[in-house]
């Protein structure tokens, strides 16, 4: 299912739900949804949009992006949540889900 949707979505459109992913005085509710599509989409993209958002403000959207990055068993995104349990900096809850991949 998930590759037949990827195939479908341009790389604009993709950065559109980057895009609000990353917006930070859009509602949570379509930040989330911005970032469960993007879960769904996959790919080396995708995940480099996830990844990028490590840096909100928000400690539960960074739990929520460690926990959709490990659904995803991209290793590219496995990757990136290694390093995130390996920084002492980061917010317990964020390592915390990290650590579940």
């Known amino acids: 299912m998930y590759m037949y949707f990827k195939e479908m979505v341009t790389k604009k459109q993709l950065q559109g739900v980057g895009k ?3 917006d930070a005085i859009a509602p949570m509710k379509a930040r989330y949804r911005a970032l469960f599509t993007l879960k769904d989409i996959g ?3 995708a995940v480099a ?3 990028s958002n490590f840096s909100d403000q928000s400690v539960l959207l960074k739990h929520e992006i460690a926990y959709c990055l490990g659904q995803m068993q991209d290793e590219g995104a496995l990757q990136i949540l290694r390093d995130i349990v390996r920084d002492e900096r980061r917010d317990i809850i964020v390592r915390h889900e990290a650590g579940w991949c």
């Open 43 to 45: 790919g080396a993209e």
């Open 49 to 51: 949009i996830m990844a």
């Open 20 to 22: 609000v992913l990353s």
